[in-house]
């Protein structure tokens, strides 16, 4: 496998360093921005490739790194050219394989790999990859041969689905965006609590990583004859969800919605309270929560 880069921004030249430290044969970087492809080929201890046409003809696998925008605009550019038995790949969260129109006309196969993974900088991203999931869809052929590139890797690779994968970005965005907007709002209510913002940050940092802690810790199944246990996987959300929505707790909630002071933050508190209150049941399936979910849903 010779792997040719199209961009050389932050996730380019992470994935270029990445791979070619653990074995990969990386041919090098195109970019329009030579001063960037340049540097990133330095960085990676590769090659820059001042055409495309140059950077195809060494490459058997083409990494698609740039913005979302710009990858139908590079394919249709190099669905033209001879791609006949080369793998494409492109690395964006939100798209599928199916960005790549027509492609079995061109003899390619195509693919998208995402790594869920905050590429914060260009040139320190690549020491963390390792504990990095890669979800990847695509056609039998491309993921069969992207393989080769894969057992070199430390990282687990998931296969999802081609059609579902926007629920998929989108669940890693709730994860990731959401949660830290949810945090921001929770900040600016204890400043507005009187708490300055540092001393909320010092708080929320407690109870915030005990409650992810709590999801994610592993629970085990009792003895079994042999006197072994084994894991029966994560906690999950319902059992670790503590609170007033859990406590069934309708007067502590009432009191939150009067005094939240912005539309906005009353109805993401309305929205999240919605699934919290769906969780708790599943906690408690012999509770009723029906006078809680009127209340969030009332307005």
């Known amino acids: 496998m010779q792997i040719g880069i199209i961009g050389a921004g932050k996730v380019g030249t992470t994935l270029g360093k990445y791979t070619a430290g653990h ?6 970087f195109y970019s329009r921005t030579e001063s960037s492809g340049r540097e990133s080929a330095e960085f990676t201890g590769t090659n ?14 083409l990494f698609i790194t740039t913005t979302d925008g710009e990858i139908p605009k590079v394919w249709d550019c190099i669905a033209g050219k001879n791609v006949k038995g080369k ?3 492109h690395f964006s969260g939100s798209l599928s394989s199916d960005i790549f129109s ?12 995402h790594p869920i993974y905050a590429f914060s900088d260009k040139f320190t991203a690549y020491q963390n990859l390792t504990s990095a999931a ?3 869809e695509g056609s039998r052929t491309a993921l069969a041969r992207m393989q080769e590139l894969f057992v070199l890797l430390p990282n687990q690779v998931v296969e999802i689905s081609t059609r579902e994968k926007v629920k998929y970005h989108a669940a890693t965005s709730i994860a990731s965006n959401q949660v830290v907007g949810l945090l921001s709002m929770a900040v600016e ?7 300055s913002e540092i001393s909320a940050y010092g708080l929320l940092k407690p109870l915030v990583e005990n409650n992810v802690r709590s999801v994610f810790e592993k629970e085990m199944q009792p003895e079994g004859p042999s006197g072994t246990r ?11 969800l503590t609170g007033p929505i859990e406590r069934n707790d ?50």
């Open 230 to 240: 084994q894991e029966a996987g994560y906690r999950g959300c319902a059992q670790a």
């Open 87 to 89: 793998v494409i790949c």
């Open 23 to 28: 074995g990969a044969h990386v041919a090098g």
């Open 134 to 136: 890669f979800a990847v």
């Open 102 to 113: 027509n492609w079995e006309r061109t003899g390619a196969y195509v693919c998208s790999i």
């Open 189 to 195: 209510l204890m400043k507005e609590a009187g708490i």
């Open 48 to 61: 820059y490739f001042k055409t495309l046409d140059s950077l195809l003809e060494v490459s058997d696998t």
């Open 250 to 299: 309708i007067q502590t909630v009432q009191t939150h919605l009067k005094h939240l002071g912005r539309p906005e933050w009353e109805a993401s508190y309305r929205a999240v309270g919605a699934v919290v209150t769906e969780l708790a049941q599943k906690k408690h399936p012999g509770r009723s929560y029906g006078t809680m979910k009127q209340l969030l849903e009332s307005k």
